[in-house]
């Protein structure tokens, strides 16, 4: 391989998995991850609303990578007292998520901002929680996006982590590994016109087993309290609370 395709190869790498491909995708993105998870995201996301608790009135909570704002949204609704910002690198999914917080009137309760989840904007220990869904494998030093999160959350608050993982034992693994390596790639360039879904399918792939993952939270300063499977184990709830 030349120099020159290799830095070619380099740059394509970088944009996918960026602020720039979502700000493409961002119209469609909802539509697309419900069809191609036949909902059960939903369902998952619902079970990391209750894992950020418990909250009380006042308290302020961190949705990184938060996209079209739906996991902002099922905070606000769940945990009534609290205020939600969230953060995320693409400038038009966030478009997205403003006019449905607007749509549903918690503007003066969900605040959305463009921001690196390697580099947060707020001081430490702004918020009483933090969490993060189908995000952190797109963050290029996880690491130090989880140190990060730490960073942010006040000591003893939770950090949350949802996000999907190939599944590699269990009887319909095999199943579930067609799905993840041919369904959702075709049926998402289907859909969307975009190549995109090829992406996200080599980065689920590419993202560490449960174990070597919650390991990375510790080295994060996190004390991880458990790890939830979810449906045949295409996905993982990390639920941690910051060290000190």
Excluded at 135 to 162: C, F, S
Aim: glycine share 8%; with cysteine; proline share 5%.
């Amino acid at each position: 391989m030349t120099a020159s395709s290799s830095n070619t190869t380099l740059a394509t790498t970088q944009q996918l998995g960026s602020g720039q491909m979502f700000d493409r995708i961002a119209a469609r993105y909802d539509r697309l991850n419900k069809i191609m998870s036949m909902g059960l995201d939903r369902l998952w996301r619902r079970r990391l609303v209750r894992a950020v608790g418990p909250l009380t009135d006042g308290d302020r909570v961190l949705d990184v990578a938060s996209g079209t704002a739906d996991v902002a949204l099922a905070i606000a609704n769940y945990w009534p007292g609290t205020t939600l910002t969230g953060l995320d690198p693409s400038a038009g999914m966030l478009d997205v998520g403003r006019q449905k917080v607007r749509d549903r009137g918690l503007s003066e309760r969900i605040e959305l901002v463009v921001g690196d989840a390697q580099d947060m904007p707020f001081a430490d220990d702004t918020f009483a929680a933090s969490c993060i869904s189908f995000g952190i494998r797109n963050v290029p030093d996880r690491l130090q996006g989880l140190r990060e999160m730490a960073r942010v959350t006040r000591p003893g608050g939770v950090v949350a982590v949802l996000e999907l993982s190939e599944p590699r034992e269990g009887l319909l693994s095999p199943l579930a590994r067609f799905h993840v390596h041919h369904v959702v790639p075709r049926l998402g360039a289907w859909l969307s016109g975009e190549q995109e879904y090829r992406y996200l399918q080599e980065s689920i792939a590419a993202f560490p087993p449960p174990q070597k993952f919650a390991a990375l939270m510790k080295s994060a300063g996190l004390e991880v309290e458990r790890i939830d499977v979810q449906t045949l184990a295409t996905a993982h709830l990390y639920v941690a609370r910051k060290v000190g």
